[in-house]
């Protein structure tokens, strides 16, 4: 595509709109706001420089004057919904913090299901990914460790909160696939799975699922996750 740099570019840095003429029609929020509409109406997959023009109302070829090339049209999707972000007063307490920062991220990717792919450190540093960033950085502040640590547990927050909705997602999407109710596949594949485990080669499984039959509890394991994450993060004691 001619325009396009030959070298690596950040969008940010680039003035909203190349070249002289007219006042811009239109600017990066609007192309990002009309681009989030269509993923969320259709997927990512539905993204495409030609379907986020006709949202807008444009020519295709006069869109790639705002935005050269499609990466950089996720990169300002991804900014746009990590505005929705909260930013509150930390409370001294940086688990309870955090706690609260991975349940509105989870909150945030089921609202908008494509997230989750376009997940990457690629667009960590995009004006409100920076806020974002900032504001974590702040709740930790209570948290004796040097920044690079903290760095790792915001990356390894956003990480676990990212695989455990994307698991999510793809269940309930396998769930709406499906020509029967989840209840009745459940329903026959416990039943596959008690005669599996009652021929005894399986004693291990056998005791775990008699301790505790189901079913999966998943806010209880969400938070759990969370536990034990955090877990990893807090001070130890000398010996």
């Known amino acids: 595509m001619a325009g396009r740099a030959a070298v690596p570019e950040v969008i940010w840095a680039r003035p909203e709109r190349a070249g002289r003429g007219p006042k ?7 192309i990002a706001a009309a681009a989030v509409k269509v993923a969320d109406e259709g997927g990512l997959d539905a993204v495409s420089m030609r379907h986020v023009a006709a949202e807008l109302g444009c020519g295709t070829m006069s869109l790639y004057n ?10 300002l ?12 007063e930390p409370s001294g307490d940086w688990r309870d913090d955090m706690r609260r920062v991975a349940r509105q991220t989870r909150a945030l990717m089921h609202r908008h299901p494509w997230l989750t792919r376009l997940m990457s450190p690629v667009y960590g540093f995009s004006p409100n990914a920076l806020r974002y960033l900032e504001h974590c950085l702040a709740c930790l502040d209570p948290l004796d460790a040097r920044y690079g640590m903290k760095m790792q547990l915001v990356g390894m927050l956003n990480g676990c909160v990212t695989s455990y909705v994307a698991t999510e997602l793809a269940a309930a999407e396998r769930t709406r696939s499906l020509p029967w109710s989840a209840e009745e596949e ?8 008690g005669s599996a485990l009652a021929g005894g080669a399986y004693p291990r499984m056998a005791a775990a699922f008699t ?3 189901g079913p999966i509890d998943l806010e209880g394991a969400f938070e759990l996750m969370l536990e034990r994450m955090l877990d990893a993060f807090e001070p130890r ?3």
Do not use: N
């Open 24 to 30: 811009p029609a239109f600017t990066r929020a609007d």
């Open 66 to 75: 705002y935005v050269p090339r499609k990466e950089d049209l996720y990169e």
């Open 77 to 88: 999707m991804v900014d746009a919904v990590s505005g929705e972000h909260e930013v509150w």
């Open 186 to 193: 459940s329903a026959v594949r416990i039943a596959y799975l």
């Open 211 to 213: 301790e505790d039959s």
């Open 237 to 239: 004691g000398g010996s």
